[in-house]
Nanobody
């Protein structure tokens, strides 16, 4: 059974940083692209960042303006999202996902349960 378990969310002040982690099990992690999406109530999943199987190719949402960095450690079956200069509009539930290397949520077959990030002003 494939499981993705996010951690690292929480409450942070505007301008602060957080690092999210997502531990994968039940699949050959290194064979799959990984991605982060976020969602606020009543809205669709919003693409944040994606990383291919090797970690050499990335996609980022233009709106992030270079504030977030996705990385992976295939030895630990873990993907990370380093977030800095956080803003209140970054507040959302953040999800990790594995699948094909793309920005569309439909490309990802397995999803975690999400971790909440709240940025106070």
């Amino acid at each position: 059974q494939v499981r993705l378990l996010e951690s690292g969310g929480g409450l942070v002040q505007a301008g602060g940083s957080l690092r999210l982690s997502c531990a994968a099990s039940g699949l050959t992690f290194s064979n799959h692209a990984v991605a982060w999406f976020r969602q606020t109530p009543g809205k669709e999943h919003e693409f944040v960042a994606a990383l291919n199987w090797s970690g050499l190719d990335t996609y980022y949402a233009d709106s992030l303006q270079g504030r977030f960095t996705i990385s992976r450690d295939n030895r630990k079956n873990t993907v990370y999202l380093q977030m800095k200069s956080l803003r209140p509009d970054d507040s959302a539930t953040y999800y990790c996902a594995t699948g094909d290397f793309a920005m569309a949520s439909s490309a990802y077959h397995y999803w975690g349960q999400g971790t909440q990030v709240t940025v106070s002003s």
